[in-house]
């Protein structure tokens, strides 16, 4: 009940007035949020390669009503891709194809992706597709699909676990090689699309997990299992030890500010760790999301409100 609620709260406008106002939820979000600028991002990734961490950045933002909106946001990442480059990082980005201007038209957004692609490619920058709410799934893989026949190899794209469709989904991408970075899911969705009960959720996880590290070890893809459960990423990885899937065939991917022992021991085992780290002035969504994942941090925020 919460976690629907806070998720419906992350689409409020009334509610993103009154916390993005707030000066004690502007101090929380820098735990899950590497800043508001370029040069706050790049200082984070810098920060995490050195501790020997890959990184992936998404600029925040979605749902532009705007053409300008739709081209700024693109510009942001073809000068975030610049910077890449020339600070020599290990970091590919992600991208929200509804900033990208999806929902004012279709060819705008391609426009754009391409634009931010072809830029990526030169740089040697891997772009991540990330998956938003279910009205969202086909296009965005049918879109993902057209790029990849279109000879663009340095796309990616989401899989969420908790969608009934997710397992067909998970086992077509595996026979196409295509590179996926599987998560649980975060936003609302109705009974008769996604799995409510966690246990549900999980067993769903560990399935398509299992699927993309079976594909990886022949060398179909390159699967990022992304998620802070410690149970999941047990069997994760006893399933790769008992199939004989090489460590380098799939990596780890946590959110910037979350877990970070976890991050540090899964390196130190010799597991490839990348982290999502976002940034920017569009965080409340973002903020609300994590909010919703975790009641742990919603205790964080309450208990920083309190302290103020």
Known sequence: MLKAFLIYLSKAAWAKRIVTHWQVARRVVLRFVAGETETDAIEAVR???????????????????SVED????????????????????RSWVSLKLTAFGLDIDSALCQRNLIAVLDRAKAAGVMVTIDMEDSPYTQTTLDLFRSLRQQGYEN??????????????????????GAGIRLVKGAY??????????????????VR????????????????AIATHDDAIIDQGLNFAQKEQVP??????????????????????????????????????????????????????????????
């Not at 969420?160 to 998970?170: A, C, G, I, N, P």
């Not at 009960?197 to 067993?203: A, C, E, F, H, I």
């Open 47 to 65: 920060s995490i390669n050195q501790n020997g961490m890959t990184a992936t950045l998404d600029v925040l933002g979605e749902s532009v009503t």
């Open 247 to 308: 460590p380098a065939c799939y990596e780890f991917q946590m959110l910037y500010g979350v877990r970070t022992t976890l991050q540090s021991d899964l390196l130190a085992q010799g597991y490839n760790v990348r982290v999502y780290v976002p940034f920017g002035t569009q965080w409340y969504p973002y903020f609300m999301r994590r909010l919703a994942e975790r009641p742990a941090n919603l205790w964080f925020f309450a208990s920083n409100f309190f302290r103020r």
């Open 188 to 205: 609302r969705e109705p009974a008769d699309v996604a799995y409510a009960r966690k246990k549900d959720v999980d067993s769903a996880f």
């Open 155 to 176: 796309v990616r794209t989401v899989i969420q676990s908790y969608l009934l469709r997710s397992d067909d989904d998970v086992r077509q991408l595996a026979e196409e």
């Open 208 to 223: 398509q997990m299992n699927n993309l590290l079976e594909a990886a070890k022949d060398g179909r893809g390159y699967p």
């Open 70 to 89: 739709a081209q700024a946001a693109a510009n942001a990442y073809l000068s975030l891709i610049d910077a890449i480059e020339q600070e020599g990082l």
